[in-house]
């Protein structure tokens, strides 16, 4: 079955830097994109960006560019999110999500906890 | 960006009654997608391309809409389906999510 396993919690300190995976599979792991979402804290849902794994193409959200990086490793079918320059604005639950062909967001990993305090 | 807008922000509902979630979208989208979560999980794929039903929903939920205002409907209220709602637009970037409806059991 699907199944996108996400990094464990993370405690940083401002002004760091931060590098969650999502380990896919149960799938192809190139055929479809990979979405990364932000939920702070009793808040709503934030659409961070989305990667093509098989070309590597990226594209962000206008309030995440030169916050996030997404990157890839085909040879382990495993997603990155880079994030860098952290506030406590920055402390949030992470998940990444498969972009299904017809169905949006149709997996989704555990979500990884980041907290930055100092 | 489209600003997706829901109502109410929270309700609560007797089991066996009528709910309805609404979504209004800033600029007219081509379909409107929903996702439901619980507390501490992550949100689960509820209903897509406005009206179809993910895998394992029950029938008793349904949606409908179009241009700038969504719906899911839940014909009979069960004690299962008190979670949050989110509804979420593709039809432009950057992907944007309404700001949830939590739904909680009378």
């Known amino acids: 079955q699907v199944q996108l396993q996400q990094s464990g919690a993370e405690l940083t300190k401002p002004g760091s830097s931060v590098k969650i995976s999502c380990k896919a599979s149960?799938?192809?792991?190139?055929?479809?994109?990979i979405s990364w979402i932000k939920q702070r804290p009793g808040q709503a849902l934030e659409w961070i960006g989305a990667?093509?794994?098989?070309?590597?193409?990226?594209g962000y959200n206008e309030k995440f560019k030169g916050k996030a990086t997404l990157t890839v490793d085909k040879s382990s079918s495993t997603a990155f999110m880079q994030l860098s320059s952290l506030t406590p604005e920055d402390t949030a639950v992470y998940y990444c999500?498969?972009?299904?062909?017809?169905?949006?967001?149709?997996?989704w990993g555990q979500g990884a906890s980041v907290t930055v305090s100092s | 960006e489209i600003v997706l807008t829901q109502s109410p922000t929270t309700m609560a509902a007797s089991p066996g009654e009528k709910v309805t979630i609404t979504c209004r979208a800033s600029s007219s989208v081509s379909y409107m997608h929903w996702f439901q979560q619980k507390s501490g999980t992550s949100p689960k794929p509820w209903i897509y391309d406005t009206s179809k039903l993910a895998s394992g929903v029950p029938d008793r939920f349904s949606g409908s809409g179009s241009g700038t205002s969504y719906s899911l409907t839940i014909s009979s209220m069960e004690a299962e389906d008190a979670a949050t709602y989110y509804c979420?637009?593709?039809?432009?970037?950057?992907?944007?999510f309404g700001s949830g409806t939590k739904l909680e059991i009378k």
């Open positions: 999500a498969r972009e299904g062909w017809y169905l949006p967001m149709d997996a």
């Open positions: 990667i093509n794994p098989g070309s590597g193409g990226t």
């Open positions: 979420l637009q593709r039809s432009s970037y950057p992907l944007t």
């Open positions: 149960g799938y192809t792991f190139t055929s479809y994109d």
